[in-house]
């Protein structure tokens, strides 16, 4: 999830104390985009949110319900197996290997 204030990205990936998509791929689908109210303070470097204050806390408390039926489908998900383009060459190469044999 990307955090904003009114419009500005100010965090670019929260998951309010969720599993991300380290946890499990699946969770990789999950997307989406949080207008944080002004009350919650802004670092002074401006890259994320005062975590350490309770309006932090009320905000993550809100957004952990609110995902929480949507993460445990995601986790329900099979990972997607990906296939490198090296393996796909590898099994080409194998295919025609064993067709020749096969003659």
């Not at 989406?32 to 002074?44: A, K, S, T």
């Amino acid at each position: 999830m990307r955090l904003l204030r009114n419009g500005r990205l100010v965090c670019a990936e929260e998951f309010f104390g969720h599993p991300g998509p380290t946890y499990k791929q699946s969770l990789a689908r999950l997307i989406g985009e949080v207008d944080i109210p002004r009350q919650v303070n802004i670092l002074p470097n401006k890259t994320d949110f005062d975590k350490s204050s309770s309006l932090w806390e009320e905000v993550r408390e809100t957004m952990y319900t609110v995902l929480k039926p949507h993460i445990h489908r995601l986790l329900a998900q099979p990972d997607e197996v990906i296939v490198s383009k090296e393996e796909k060459a590898r099994v080409k190469r194998v295919r025609e290997l064993m067709i020749v044999a096969l003659k």
